[in-house]
């Protein structure tokens, strides 16, 4: 590549920086359903010693949906059946759920990023071979969108940030506060929970556009 290339190259992705300032950077919507991550530990406890969580489907940055599902009871004894576990295994096992879940189980679950446990809500679960007993780690889950280098790039913004989101749609929803999460093995995707999905009329495809910087 030229030096003349290379310089038109940054102009033009200056002006494309600088038109989505303008108008917003559009973003599809993944809707998340409740699931668990489990240690290796975890795992055995529930399915039995030297048990492996097999594949079902691929997600992105490598994580996938497994063929197992647990049991979540919380402390009103109510239980929630068939909550799929995503693999890989993990150093921490964390159950991630909706704030209507929360409720239904009767505990006090926070607004956490994945993976921000500490002091978090005790839940149990139940799986084929045994039962666990988590003192922490049941959250909701912080909405987010999911970015490549190169999206975050093009749409003006960094990881860790926090962005409004708007939907067009009939119930024109604006999303504060969700966070911005790059790395090279995500694909561009704003991940909100049930709720907020059947709340704001919105499904899986859908797209939304980032507002506020």
Known sequence: MT??????????????AEKNADTGYQVPVGVSARHV????ADVEALFGE?????KKKDLMGGQFASNETVTIIGLKLRAIENVRIL?????????????TDAMSLGIKAPI????????SAPIALVGPKGVLQLKEGC??????IHMTPADAQAAGVVDGQEVSVRSENERGTIFN????RVSDTFTLE????????????????????????
């Open 112 to 119: 956490r990023e994945s993976g921000d446990i500490a002091g």
């Open 50 to 54: 030297g048990y492996h969580l097999t």
């Open 139 to 144: 959250i909701i889950a912080k909405r987010h």
């Open 87 to 99: 693999g890989p295994v993990r150093k921490a096992s964390q159950v991630e759920i909706s704030a």
């Open 177 to 180: 506060h969700v966070q911005i």
């Open 37 to 40: 991550h489990l240690t290796q």
């Open 190 to 213: 704003m991940h909100i929970d049930t709720d907020e999905a059947n709340a704001s009329k919105i499904k899986t495809g859908d797209k939304v556009t980032i507002i506020k910087r």
């Open 3 to 16: 030096q003349v290339e290379q310089i038109t190259r940054l102009v033009i992705q200056a002006l494309e």
